[in-house]
């Protein structure tokens, strides 16, 4: 290969990182890595210098948004911290991002039931599609596989909207949708019970907050104009912080 081109390079694992890393010609410039700390949902951090990748000053900061509304991409960005550091000391600075275009506000909203959070998120979808986003160009996010019942019902019986995206968080990453609704957002959930209950130690319980954090980032940012996050009560913490601002 005269030059590797690698997107997505904050899931790399330690072995896929010393494989292009061994394929990659010996030579500067050979090696291209783009990526965005802010959305690593499926990699523990790990030093990229120990296994000879060193990119301290050499890396760059992008700061022009073309897929998300500046109104998604605000609400969004309240999720993380604003100068994220990689284990090398490498900083992803998010302050001075802008989005090229506008949109609506996102609706952060909690319900008292799951019906009335069910109810909410299909009238989103019903608003969409009379505005004349298709079904296809719509998602409907939430944590667990067991919750997939709970966001099918928001679509259930409604004409039209038979292909609306259904899915975990998980699955989002890289899709792309002109609405979104990230639904199931209730404390338990978000940050999951179940990776708190499995922290070992108060360092492994950060890590698991902070993913948990980014993961819902992540679903967010599938919007690229319209965008919901809901939950019942009580509802999980971050949607606190995405309408703190």
Known sequence: FDHI???????????????????APDRNDALFLAGDLGQRIFQHPYSWKSLGVDVR??????????????QIRQSADRLLPSVLRDVDGIEDERRGTISVFDGPEPVVSVS????????????????AMHDGIVSAEIGIF??????????????????????????????????EFRAVAVMACDEGILPLDARI??????????????????????????????????????ASEYLTDMIAG
């Open 57 to 70: 000053g050499r890396s760059y900061t992008l700061k022009v948004c073309y897929r998300t509304s500046q």
């Open 197 to 234: 209950e499995d922290a070992a130690d108060d360092a492994e319980m950060d890590d698991v907050y902070e993913t948990e954090r980014r993961l819902l980032y992540v679903a967010c940012t599938r919007a690229r104009d319209r965008l919901m996050v809901s939950g019942i009560e009580p």
């Open 142 to 175: 939430v944590r667990t596989p067991a919750l997939i019942d709970r966001a099918k019902a928001c679509v259930a019986g409604l004409a039209g909207a038979e292909n609306v995206t259904i899915n975990i968080m998980h699955m989002a990453k890289g899709l």
């Open 112 to 127: 008292p039931t799951q019906a009335e959070e069910i109810a909410k998120v299909r009238e989103f979808v019903e608003l």
């Open 5 to 23: 081109v690698i997107d997505e390079a904050q899931d790399l694992g330690p072995s896929e990182l010393r494989f292009f890393a061994a394929i």
